[in-house]
């Protein structure tokens, strides 16, 4: 079973303070994702990796940095956090095809955030 | 612009009843699509997935989905449902090749299957 574990679970922040999001995948997949859920929006795709070294912009990077030191580990950063970024964010790895699309992502258990 | 719909943000059944969630896709071609569950607090599982072949894909659970390119439809069914099954389905597309890897999600179904 593949397995993808975010930390911490549960996050409160300050605003203009940084946080860190961080995700381990011992799938030894290529693709990692970071994802936001809202209520109204679903799913929203943040920033995504195709291997150590890379990351690539999503469909919402502004006020995000992500980070892949490794193939197991996946960051997300927020340098000056912002009320607005509260929600849960969710990280996935999915597949070793590549560009492909037909990759099926595994999720982890998602970091809720609140900014205050 | 690629984009996944859900029309119905909460679909609510009776347990034993059949069930049908809607899912329109547009894009260009036809893309992958897929059916993800999020039970609550958990993070999403992949129900099934379509490319190509038999428009009717069998996945986990006795969940299927028609694909209908006429249509661009992907919709999901379960001939009965258990309260089990209570959770928030997303309906999901993403390319072949290029930028493929990035999945489009609709904004999710919430299901209640009362008892």
């Known amino acids: 079973e593949a397995a993808v574990t975010q930390s911490p679970r549960n996050k409160v922040a300050v605003t203009g303070g940084k946080v860190t999001l961080s995700c381990n995948q011992t799938?030894?997949?290529?693709?990692m994702y970071w994802y936001r859920q809202d209520t109204g929006h679903g799913l929203r795709l943040i920033h995504y990796?195709?291997?150590?070294?890379?990351?690539e912009k999503g469909d919402i990077p502004d006020g995000y940095k992500a980070s892949r030191p490794s193939q197991e580990n996946f960051s997300l950063i927020l340098e000056l956090a912002t009320p607005s970024q509260t929600s849960v964010y969710f990280c996935a790895s999915g597949g070793n095809r590549g560009r492909f699309g037909q990759n099926t992502l595994y999720f982890g258990a998602g970091t809720r955030l609140s900014v205050l | 612009a690629q984009s996944v719909t859900q029309p119905d943000a909460r679909v609510t059944v009776s347990e034993g009843a059949s069930l049908q969630l809607r899912c329109k896709y547009s894009y260009s071609g036809t893309p992958y699509l897929f059916w993800y569950v999020q039970y609550q607090r958990q993070g999403l599982q992949l129900l099934l997935k379509?490319?190509?072949?038999?428009?009717v894909v069998q996945g986990v659970n006795g969940f299927e989905a028609e694909f209908s390119k006429s249509d661009s439809s992907f919709h999901l069914r379960k001939a009965s449902v258990h309260w089990s099954d209570s959770a928030v389905y997303f309906c999901a597309a993403s390319k072949y090749g290029g930028s493929g890897n990035k999945l489009i999600f609709g904004t999710g179904t919430l299901l209640s299957v009362k008892p």
């Open positions: 990796s195709y291997g150590a070294g890379s990351t």
């Open positions: 379509y490319y190509s072949g038999d428009p």
């Open positions: 799938n030894n997949h290529n693709n």
